[in-house]
């Protein structure tokens, strides 16, 4: 099955276009049914690595992050892989799990997005964008009017800040919304 729609959350040390990216997960899905057994791609990515690439860390974020959860920001940072080795990974995952078309979901068009965008354009990076830019989805856009409520339905992600989870919760949201505005 090749799905129509792609979730995809960063946790980042920084909030600007050209942040160091610490982790992403991307999970495919059908708006109004649940996701929890779709494929998922989650990967942590070498902190020297994206720092070679010219990518940013920003004392604000790093500050927040000293804040959170430790056990959550340890997490992020095993296993990491090289930025390039990840996005090409994730264009296979996306070639693989997705309509040529596919609407690519995150949470803010001035955060993941850019983020995403100014990575693939990156001079030598040469992985271009897998997806077009006019299917770029915005999740708090499609939840505008309908935080409150979704906030007392669809239960928090299970571990805050980890992308999978992140993703799952937001899937979760944009569903519930779906479900109550869309005869099935």
């Keep these: 099955m090749k799905y129509n ?13 050209e942040a160091v990216v610490l982790s992403i997960a991307a999970i495919p899905f059908e708006k109004g049914v649940d996701a929890g057994n ?61 309509v040529k078309d596919v609407k690519v979901w995150s949470k803010g068009p001035s955060f993941d997005a850019s983020i995403l965008s100014n990575i693939y354009s ?16 915005c999740v708090r856009t499609e939840l505008h009017g309908w935080e409150e409520i979704v906030k007392n339905k669809v239960p928090p992600p299970a ?3 980890e992308p999978k989870y992140d993703c799952l919760y937001q899937i979760a949201c944009i569903n519930y919304v779906y479900l109550q505005t869309h005869v099935l």
């Design 38 to 98: 779709n494929p998922v791609f989650s990967k942590n990515i070498d902190l020297a690595d994206s720092l070679n690439w010219g990518r940013k860390i920003e004392a604000e974020t790093l500050i927040w992050w000293l804040h959170q959860d430790q056990e959550i920001l340890k997490s992020l940072m095993e296993w990491p892989e090289k930025l390039e080795t990840v996005f090409y990974g994730l264009k296979n995952f996306i070639n693989e799990h997705c």
């Design 122 to 137: 990156m001079r030598g990076f040469g992985i271009p964008k897998p997806w077009e830019y006019y299917n770029e989805r």
């Design 5 to 17: 729609n792609l979730m995809i959350d960063l946790e980042t040390f920084g909030k600007g276009a």
């Design 159 to 161: 571990y805050k800040h």
